[in-house]
């Protein structure tokens, strides 16, 4: 069969594969409501509506209404006898709110108006937050009714400053799309190996410049973290602050000139915590760390756990660990896919796997919304939810840079999506499913809001995305190359040659062949074979002759390891090549070509989605799209430049 016939099915256009859904936004809300009833009906608001503001413990949800109102260019009315307007009421189900933990919320817009009940003003929030998501129509909003609840009810982010700073209105702009979308814990890591970043009035020295090996003096003040605490609660997030110990604290041992372990080393930090307690009221928990250390004193974390909680916090550290004790809540971050069951004494925060910093951005979504976390459908007694996390270990040239390495906001909607929906598939996918299953069909209609909500929120702000579904590929092989990564076939002279056995079928704008974690994720290929070929075609649709950018990349490693930059005149180490209607496409000319990696030098263009997009001519009408993808084995040079068999191919507005 010629390509003509292979691709007649898949006609795939440039503006397509680039296009947005304009379809209304109820339609397109991200975490789509557990249950939601969209009614034929509109609420006409032309003549203004009455906010029915009669319960003064709710003044902030109604100030948040009040904006939504304002963005809406609706006007608020007051209320007058006999003058028949919509209303906007919010009603709390409890007596005493602050007792329930209950996030759960009913939203109902009906020819009387728009209404919202809960049991806590956190519910209240929640569904206001929905209600902001709504499209309106020449100042009409369409009937629903929607009563929804989170699977999990701790959904995290985690932020890691330590490493590299962030200022407090970077953070503040994280908080408020965490809030949009509902996670409710902002985990933040500001102590570290590289620095202190929190001031202390006792042992100012801690945050002095010389203390510091990367971002030199940047920290928080005393006011900057009750300002971010303050920030955080008024958006119902709760802060967990972290100060990682006995490990990642060689700041720690530079300032007072011994480890933690030591007596002298117990005596400080403890002095540091009571500090901690006694400057920052209303934090329930405290993270405590415990992972990738040796314990030379195995008193240690027992001792300052007992510490901890007699300043008043329940105690969370890493698992795999130090030696926790049992009432420690335990974050998982290592291992592969594993049930959480109810039953014993442990209680867990599901972290695996949900690194940013190791996935490829347009991975991360694919990622992020199959992901079964915890392997359950929702939570339970022994597993109360899940924390995404941003490591950007390498030195960053400036803050905004971590969001172009990483898919950030991507992330956060899709982690948004799946922690609040709870469900997902099990074991870890990193490729997008069969197009004939259920979960296709979902990641589709994901997607779709997804592009929604980077059109209509995200324009101004970094959004490493797009499109990838209906980008349909041909996986030819496995060539026998002898370990000769240069090594041509055939198919590279006629790519749609007849006679070409077709392996695999996949679709995306990445695609992984192997992964570098191939003992617990699966590839594209079921049985990768050291020293082969493969290669991956399709087919692309150009209205006219024009130039398109493209995103193209190899290799796609994590910003937490310090991994060399490809050689000149190469796409990666492994003689990876692209061709665009029989058209060699030249790598980049890399800024660094051949740099041994350092995590001190910051990343510049080594990936696609921070560097100039590569701009190709499309001819009108087909054209052939044809990438190699050799290898040799699957070792890597050394651990920091592991093998991620991959790929990325994708046009982009």
């Not at 329930?100 to 919320?105: G, I, V, W």
């Not at 920290?219 to 920030?231: G, M, N, P, R, V």
């Not at 898919?407 to 469900?423: K, M, N």
Request: glycine share 6%; hydrophobic share 35%.
């Amino acid at each position: 069969m010629d390509c003509k016939h292979l691709f007649i099915s898949i006609l795939i256009t440039i503006t397509s594969i680039c296009s947005y859904p304009r379809s209304y936004a109820q339609e397109n809300l991200i975490p789509l409501p557990i249950k939601m009833e969209l009614g034929k009906g509109k609420l006409k608001l032309h003549k203004g509506i009455i906010v029915q503001n009669n319960n003064p413990s709710l003044q902030s949800e109604y100030q948040l209404a009040t904006n939504i109102l304002a963005d809406w260019k609706i006007e608020e009315k007051a209320w007058i006898k006999n003058q028949y307007l919509p209303i906007l009421k919010l009603k709390l189900l409890s007596d005493h709110p602050t007792t329930t933990h209950d996030e759960s919320y009913h939203l109902k817009i009906d020819d009387k108006g728009i209404f919202i009940t809960a049991h806590s003003r956190a519910g209240l929030f929640y569904g206001l937050q929905t209600l902001r998501q709504f499209s309106i129509q020449k100042k009409m909003l369409s009937f629903c009714d929607i009563n929804d609840a989170p699977a999990f009810s701790w959904r995290s982010f985690l932020v890691d400053v330590g490493r590299n700073y962030q200022p407090l209105e970077l953070l503040k702009e994280q908080i408020d799309i965490m809030a949009r979308y509902k996670l409710n814990v902002l985990h933040f890591h500001f102590t570290e190996d590289i620095a202190w970043r929190l001031a202390s009035k006792k042992y100012p020295g801690l945050t002095d410049p010389s203390n510091m090996t990367r971002g030199t003096g940047a920290h928080y003040s005393e006011q900057d973290f009750k300002e971010l605490i303050a920030y955080c609660k008024a958006r119902h997030i709760l802060l967990l602050p972290e100060i990682d110990m006995p490990g990642h604290s060689e700041a720690f041992k530079r300032y007072f000139g011994v480890g933690m372990q030591s007596d002298s080393g117990l005596y400080y930090i403890k002095e540091l915590l009571k500090e901690f307690s006694q400057t920052y009221q209303d934090l329930p928990y405290l993270h405590i760390g415990g992972d990738e250390v040796k314990i030379s004193n195995q008193n240690f974390m027992p001792e300052i756990t007992r510490y901890v909680e007699g300043l008043g916090y329940k105690t969370i550290g890493w698992d795999p660990g130090s030696n926790l004790m049992s009432q420690t809540i335990r974050q998982l971050w290592m291992g592969g896919p594993q049930a959480i069951q109810e039953g014993g004494e442990f209680v867990y925060i599901d972290s695996k796997h949900l690194y940013i910093n190791h996935m490829d951005p347009l991975e991360t979504v694919t990622t992020l919304f199959h992901r079964k976390l915890g392997e359950q459908d929702k939570s339970n007694k022994n597993l109360i939810g899940a924390t995404l996390c941003a490591w950007p270990d390498r030195a960053v040239a400036k803050p905004e840079d971590m969001f172009y390495q990483n898919a950030v906001y991507p992330s956060i909607l899709t982690f948004a999506e799946r922690i609040w929906r709870g469900g997902g598939q099990s074991g870890w996918i990193c490729n997008i499913v069969d197009e004939n299953t259920n979960a296709y069909q979902e990641f589709k209609n994901f997607e779709n809001r997804l592009l929604h909500h980077k059109h209509q929120y995200f324009s101004n702000k970094p959004f490493p995305y797009v499109k990838q579904t209906g980008l349909k590929w041909d996986l030819i092989g496995p060539f026998q190359n002898g370990g000769n990564l240069t090594q041509s076939f055939d198919i590279e002279q006629q790519p749609c040659t007849k006679g070409l056995a077709v392996a695999k079928k996949m679709e995306g704008g990445t695609i992984i062949l192997r992964h570098w974690w191939a003992d617990v994720i699966t590839g594209a290929i079921k049985n990768p074979q050291q020293n082969t070929t493969w290669y991956a075609r399709t087919k692309i649709w150009s209205n006219k002759n024009q130039h398109k950018l493209f995103w193209i990349g190899f290799n796609n490693l994590s910003r937490s390891y310090a991994s060399n930059t490809p050689k000149l005149n190469t796409w990666d180490n492994l003689d990876s090549k692209v061709w665009v209607n029989h058209q060699v496409i030249a790598p980049p000319l890399w800024n660094h070509a051949g740099a041994k990696g350092h995590l001190e030098i910051p990343l510049t263009d080594e990936g696609y989605t921070y560097r100039k997009p590569m701009k190709i001519l499309l001819k009108k009408g087909w054209n052939e799209v044809l990438i190699k993808l050799p290898v040799r084995d699957f070792k890597g040079e050394d651990w920091q430049n592991p093998i991620k068999w991959m790929f990325t191919f994708i046009p982009i507005n």
